[in-house]
């Protein structure tokens, strides 16, 4: 798949145009997942309070991240953005970029990877 670290390191992702998100105003990313399983839309018509979004809040780290997610960017660049605003406390920067990338690439369908 990926021959060396550079190849991971120019990754360009995407957010999923099906993704709905809100943006607060400290730049915290809250992830809207729609609730409408055949089960949830049953029991809402029997008028129980099931809400129509589930909502997943991220942290500051994250948040950056994934604003920082723009079909352009490639690892290395959202990874050296990561580190001038963090600094130290992002460290280490690859290792957690990339796992987070992978958990919301594979796990949560939020991005995907734009081929070169």
Known sequence: ???????VLNIVYKINESL?????NKGVVTILEKQN?????????LK?????????????????????IDG?????EIGEALELKF???AH???ERLLLFLNHIEVNSRYITKIES
């Open 1 to 7: 798949m990926y021959k060396n670290n550079d190849d």
């Open 20 to 24: 709905t998100y809100d943006v607060d």
């Open 37 to 45: 399983h055949k089960v949830q839309n049953f029991f809402r018509k």
């Open 48 to 68: 129980f309070k099931i809400p129509e979004y589930k909502k997943i809040a991220f942290d500051e780290y994250a948040s950056f991240v994934f604003l920082q």
């Open 72 to 76: 352009v960017k490639t690892v290395k």
């Open 87 to 89: 600094g130290d406390k």
């Open 92 to 94: 280490p920067v690859y």
